[in-house]
């Protein structure tokens, strides 16, 4: 019933509680999912003063692939995606959110976390966001804005971009991306004009294999032109030597 409401150019509002999915919510060109969550530290709490789940609008995915998609397609295309003031979480799947071949994105005061309450695994074992290009021409993604989000214990990546080699114009501002066990944002591709900024960036890369290259990183690109990376806390995990960039 859910993915019938995300027609193109809808606005979908998510009421407050938790809605269990298993299936993929897939998003179209001009859709906008949003609740009225408000904050990680917002818990609902149990008799036994345990956190049950976030105040707001919580999906819970139990699932083993993508919570939330769009999904490949043929072409290129050019419309607004905003997903803003959810919480997303889970003990399973291989994504949290999955957006490919689209020009225009926005995640505002979003909560993507691996864990289920109380936690027993960590899930999103790919990443929290994953952001790709379709390969080939024209092979880009742009105009992506992250930011006051909380993207946070996964077993994957925190941000993933890839796909492609024109990944350009990316703001990542106001975030907190912490403990993510493959890293915490990277970039694969040639990647234009991004700005980092205002970040808390920690505690990614804590089970990252040694000798890749590519984890274990707080920030990483593997080909980083026109950069701005500014006023960020970083911090590699507790009792390991992982680089922050």
Same mark, same amino acid.
């Given at each position: 019933?859910?993915?019938?409401?995300? %027609?193109?150019?809808s606005?979908?509002?998510?009421?407050?509680?938790v809605?269990?999915?298993?299936?993929?919510?897939?998003?179209?060109?001009?859709?906008?999912?949003?609740?009225? &969550?408000?904050?990680?530290?917002?818990?609902?709490?149990?008799?036994?003063?345990?956190?049950?789940?976030?105040?707001?609008?919580?999906?819970?995915?139990?699932?083993?692939?993508?919570?939330?998609?769009?999904?490949?397609?043929?072409?290129?295309?050019?419309?607004?995606?905003?997903?803003?003031?959810?919480?997303?979480?889970?003990?399973?799947?291989?994504?949290?959110?999955?957006?490919?071949?689209?020009?225009?994105? &926005?995640?505002?005061?979003?909560?993507?976390?691996?864990?289920?309450?109380?936690?027993?695994?960590? #899930?999103?074992s790919?990443? %929290?966001?994953?952001?790709?290009?379709?390969? #080939?021409?024209?092979? =880009?993604?742009?105009?992506?804005?992250?930011?006051?989000?909380?993207?946070?214990?996964?077993?994957?990546?925190?941000?993933?971009?890839?796909? $492609?080699n024109?990944?350009?114009? =990316?703001?990542?501002? $106001?975030?907190?991306?912490?403990?993510?066990?493959?890293?915490?944002?990277?970039?694969?591709?040639?990647?234009?004009? &991004?700005?980092? $900024?205002g970040?808390?960036?920690?505690?990614?890369?804590?089970? %990252?294999?040694? $000798?890749? #290259?590519?984890?274990?990183?707080?920030?990483?690109?593997?080909?980083?032109?026109? &950069?701005?990376?500014?006023?960020?806390?970083?911090?590699?995990?507790?009792?390991?030597?992982?680089?922050?960039?």
């Amino acid at each position: 019933a859910l993915n019938t409401c995300l %027609a193109e150019n809808s606005h979908v509002f998510i009421p407050e509680g938790v809605l269990l999915h298993s299936g993929t919510i897939i998003l179209n060109i001009g859709t906008r999912l949003s609740g009225p &969550w408000t904050g990680p530290d917002a818990a609902t709490k149990t008799d036994a003063g345990a956190s049950l789940y976030l105040s707001g609008s919580s999906l819970h995915y139990t699932g083993s692939g993508i919570a939330v998609d769009h999904p490949a397609t043929a072409a290129f295309q050019d419309g607004q995606i905003k997903i803003d003031h959810l919480q997303i979480f889970s003990g399973g799947g291989t994504r949290g959110i999955h957006l490919k071949g689209i020009l225009d994105i &926005w995640i505002d005061s979003v909560c993507v976390n691996g864990q289920t309450f109380p936690a027993t695994t960590i #899930g999103f074992s790919h990443s %929290a966001v994953h952001v790709e290009a379709i390969t #080939g021409s024209p092979g =880009f993604v742009g105009i992506v804005r992250i930011t006051n989000s909380v993207i946070r214990y996964t077993a994957g990546y925190g941000i993933k971009v890839d796909g $492609g080699n024109n990944l350009n114009a =990316f703001s990542i501002h $106001g975030n907190r991306i912490q403990g993510n066990e493959l890293g915490g944002i990277y970039s694969g591709g040639q990647s234009m004009g &991004w700005d980092i $900024g205002g970040n808390d960036i920690e505690g990614n890369g804590n089970a %990252a294999p040694t $000798g890749t #290259g590519d984890t274990g990183h707080q920030i990483y690109s593997t080909y980083p032109v026109g &950069w701005n990376i500014h006023g960020n806390y970083m911090e590699p995990p507790v009792g390991t030597s992982s680089s922050l960039i």
